[in-house]
Structure formats: structure tokens, C-alpha cells
């Protein structure tokens, strides 16, 4: 059961449960109009996501999870994030996010006839490439426990 002044964080895609933890610290999401700080007893609300990085710190340890799109909601304890995507960063393939940027900014600089649809899909390809290899990158570097791995828990 969670602490009083902690958090429940869910984060939910349509294919399976991404992430689900109790005695949250602190949740820093990627918002529309810009990132939002969750602590406990946070204001109810629902907004919508952008594409991002959404932290969680629990008890000194920050996990990384990588989302594009979806809702989040927030209530005095709890924070569910229902993501179009989402994926811990360890679960990141820097090789394969590596080879979506290149053909993504192969699709950008050879546009053809498919005119502005097709660029609208390769700057999203692009941007989401871009996302996954800056925190794949990032977690590969230092390397440090995340919540559930050490003997805190």
C-alpha cells in the first residue's frame, strides 16, 4: 500500500502496462505546453502529452520512460498516463533508433511527390528517433540503479 505522502504511478499503452509502482517521490512529465512537476498531494488534473521523457524518482533512483502522446491524470496520490507509446529506457535499441533517424532524414532530404504528408511522417519519425536515441544514449553513459533494481524496494 502507498505511503501518505507518496504517489502511485501507472503508465499504461493500448498493448500493456509499461510501468506500475507505489511510494513515488516525484513524477516530472512531458506536457503540451511544457514539462509538469508531480508531487503527492498534487491538484486533480488531466492534460495531454507530448512526446518526451517522463521521469520518476523514488527514494534517490530516477526512471526514465520515453512516451509519445497520450493523457495523463493526476489525483491527490495517484498518476495514471495512458501513452499512445511508451517504452523504458532501458528497452530503448540504440541501433535500430539509430537506423530510423538515417532513413528519416534520408525521407527528408529526398522528398519526392508525396508533397507535405510525407514530410509531416518523416519529421514525426525524426522527432521520435531523436527522443529514444538522446535518452537510450544517456542511460547507456551512466549506467545507475533505476526503481525496482536495488535492495531499497
Known amino acids: 500500500m502507498a505511503s501518505v505522502d507518496k504517489l502511485t504511478v501507472e503508465i499504461v499503452t493500448g498493448e500493456r ?3 506500475t509502482e507505489e511510494n513515488v517521490d516525484m513524477v516530472v512529465a512531458p506536457g503540451i505546453e511544457g514539462s509538469l512537476g508531480i508531487l503527492p498531494h498534487h491538484a ?7 512526446e518526451g521523457e517522463l521521469r520518476i524518482t523514488k527514494a534517490g533512483h530516477e526512471e526514465s520512460i520515453v512516451v509519445f502522446g497520450g493523457f495523463m491524470e493526476v489525483t491527490g ?18 541501433a535500430r533508433a539509430e537506423a530510423a533517424r538515417q532513413t528519416a532524414e534520408r525521407s527528408l532530404r529526398e522528398r519526392g511527390p508525396g508533397g507535405v504528408q510525407d514530410l509531416a ?3 514525426r519519425a525524426m522527432a521520435r ?3 529514444r536515441l538522446r535518452i537510450g544514449q544517456r542511460r547507456a553513459g551512466r549506467r545507475v540503479p533505476t526503481i525496482g533494481s536495488g535492495s531499497d524496494n
Do not use: G, K, M
Open 44 to 50: 486533480p488534473l488531466v492534460t495531454l502529452l507530448s
Open 121 to 123: 511522417v518523416a519529421e
Open 17 to 19: 502496462i509499461v510501468f
Open 129 to 131: 528517433s531523436a527522443v
Open 77 to 94: 496520490d495517484r498518476v495514471i498516463v495512458l501513452a499512445d507509446t511508451a517504452e523504458r529506457a532501458e528497452e530503448i535499441d540504440l
